[in-house]
């Protein structure tokens, strides 16, 4: 077996590909070690000591890297746990595969919608779905919808893409950029 691995944007985060399937659907961010707990996988890597952040994607896990930390000692170390794990069969998380599937951003809106904006919404998650989280999975990372009020989209990044430099010319210049050209009612978009 081959991992392949890529730079992102963050140079924080590095994104590393098996060559198969990591997530059957959704993807999962863990941003903690509390929260690697659900995942052998990621409990592993944050093990290390040096891993502040694991993204799942489709065929995809993104590191970050903590501060001090230097890809040249780390990056062997996560290949070998990626390896083994991938080698092994292991399940990704501890109880079955329901445990990966990212909570709907329906269920975490930081913001309450407007039934009468239903319209709006689907052509903002339609969008988002369509032309936004393939560009940013393709840095390793996702994009969540978190709520829209009064042309005010909220949405939060994981992933590389959170925490990520240009995470906020992302946002403005290039998702806003889109929304509103498509979405004439959308006025700005925020991170959630």
Known sequence: MYI???????????KFLPQQQVMSQGTRDFASPEDAEASPLAQALFDTGEVTGVFFGSDFVSVT?????????????????????FV?????????????????????????????????????????????????????????????RDGVVHLALQGACDGCPSATATLKHGIEGL?????????EVRAA
């Open 4 to 14: 392949e691995t890529e730079t992102t944007p963050n140079p924080a985060t590095l």
């Open 65 to 85: 890297k903590g501060e001090g930390a230097q890809w040249t000692d780390l990056k062997p170390q996560v290949v070998a746990i990626l390896l083994d794990h």
């Open 88 to 148: 092994s069969e292991a399940p990704l998380f501890h109880g079955g595969s329901a445990a990966g599937i990212s909570v709907p951003a329906e269920e975490t809106m930081v913001v309450e919608t407007d039934a009468a904006d239903a319209d709006i919404i689907d052509q903002i998650k339609d969008l988002l779905e369509t032309r936004v989280r393939p560009a940013v999975a393709g840095d390793g990372g996702d994009i969540a919808f978190r709520g829209y």
């Open 179 to 187: 929304l509103k050209h498509y979405v004439p009612e959308v006025v």
